[in-house]
Structure formats: structure tokens, C-alpha cells
T-cell receptor
Framework: NAGVTQTPKFQVLKTGQSMTLQCAQD?????MSWYRQDPGMGLRLIHY???????DQGEVPNGYNVSRSTTEDFPLRLLSAAPSQTSVYFC?????????????FGNGTRLTVT | DAKTTQPNSMESNEEEPVHLPCNHS???????IHWYRQLPSQGPEYVIH???SNVNNRMASLAIAEDRKSSTLILHRATLRDAAVYYC??????????????FGTGTRLTIIP
């Protein structure tokens, strides 16, 4: 039972480079979301999706794009990386609140932008 | 949005109970109280949640004040593996889902062997 899988675990980028952080879940969850965590801070929501084909912005969406073409996958794209995007990124999934289902998190991608 | 207040850090001895407090004086009637924890180098994991009544599960107990303005997460017998950052979060049940939980800085729990 894999749960939420994030790849890669570590990534180093140069300023201006682009990349995609992958997130996949095998629990058939409708909801998926991306958070970033900076040192000494809590998690901040970047983007979220309530189902395939539906995405919306969170608290800190600038510099990131998302799409949700399938229920299982929710990739996060950095089009032009900046040092301010150095952070640990967490993907999460869940069912609707009516299912009384908690958030399930992946183990994160640690991104460094130089 | 209703906010929570937690101590920055706490220490507890191994094999003793731990009471982690959380104040949420502006809680609304439709806010669930969630607790998550984050072990070192891992993503957060769900611990417990409740609305009005006290709740128990295999990991912990959640005691909710009668006026709901505070709650306490209780770890009945702390182990070294319980050393983590514990987050107390409010989520409005009228929201479509809990994909938008707001995580503060939490309480860093240190377990002393």
C-alpha cells in the first residue's frame, strides 16, 4: 500500500531552470494538494484540486503551475526556478470531509535553487 | 479564519503521559479540531480529530473543553518515537473538503529518555 508517492526526494536547480515535482496516490482520493515548508515555519498551501480537471490556488501560488488530468496524479511545475523557491515540498491527498478522511502526506521533495 | 495557539516547545519523560494544549478562542460551531504530527524528515501524519466530544484512538486521546475554546492532545505513554512537531488545526466542516488545512508552527515535543 504505497499511499502518496513523491518524486524526486531531492533536487538541485539553477535559477531559471524548470522542473516538475511528481505526486501520485493510489487511494482513489478526490482531493490533492501541494504545500511548501520553509525552515522554522509551518506548511503553506500552494495549490489544491478537488477532482480531476479542477484546480485552485492556495496561499502561495505564484511561480507554480498545476494540472489534474487523472485522479491519481497531481504534478507541480516550476516554470522558472528562483532561490526563494528553495523549500521542502509536500503533496497530500484526502477524501471529502463527509468521509471523515484525514489528509495523507508524502515524504516530501527537498528542492534547492542556486 | 479561526486560529490556534500552541506552545512552541515541550519536554516530557519517556513512558509518562504528555498533555499538549491548544487554544482556539475564536472557534466557530462548525470547526473541527484536527491534530497532526510531523516526525523528523517526514510529511505530517494524522493523529486525531473531533468536533465536540472527547475522542480516543490507538494513537492518542483528544480532550475538548466544554466551551470548545481549548483542547488537549493526550499521549498516554510517551515513547522516543513520539518526538515530533504537533500541529493543532481548525477546519470548517462546511468547507468542501479538508484539502486546505492551515498549519501553524506547532509544538515541538522532545522526549527525554
Amino acid at each position: 500500500n504505497a499511499g502518496v508517492t513523491q518524486t524526486p526526494k531531492f533536487q538541485v536547480l539553477k535559477t531559471g531552470q524548470s522542473m516538475t515535482l511528481q505526486c501520485a496516490q493510489d487511494m482513489n482520493h478526490e482531493y490533492m494538494s501541494w504545500y511548501r515548508q520553509d525552515p522554522g515555519m509551518g506548511l503553506r498551501l500552494i495549490h489544491y484540486s478537488v477532482g480531476a480537471g479542477i484546480t485552485d490556488q492556495g496561499e502561495v501560488p505564484n511561480g507554480y503551475n498545476v494540472s489534474r488530468s487523472t485522479t491519481e496524479d497531481f504534478p507541480l511545475r516550476l516554470l522558472s526556478a528562483a532561490p526563494s523557491q528553495t523549500s521542502v515540498y509536500f503533496c497530500a491527498s484526502s477524501q471529502p470531509v463527509s468521509y471523515n478522511s484525514p489528509l495523507h502526506f508524502g515524504n516530501g521533495t527537498r528542492l534547492t535553487v542556486t | 479564519d479561526a486560529k490556534t495557539t500552541q506552545p512552541n516547545s515541550m519536554e516530557s519523560n519517556e513512558e509518562e503521559p504528555v498533555h499538549l494544549p491548544c487554544n482556539h478562542s475564536t472557534i466557530s460551531g462548525t470547526d473541527y479540531i484536527h491534530w497532526y504530527r510531523q516526525l523528523p524528515s517526514q510529511g505530517p501524519e494524522y493523529v486525531i480529530h473531533g468536533l465536540t466530544s472527547n475522542v480516543n484512538n490507538r494513537m492518542a486521546s483528544l480532550a475538548i473543553a466544554e466551551d470548545r475554546k481549548s483542547s488537549t492532545l493526550i499521549l498516554h505513554r510517551a515513547t522516543l518515537r513520539d518526538a515530533a512537531v504537533y500541529y493543532c488545526i481548525l477546519e470548517d466542516i462546511s468547507n468542501f473538503g479538508n484539502e486546505k488545512l492551515t498549519f501553524g508552527t506547532g509544538t515541538r515535543l522532545t522526549i527525554i529518555p
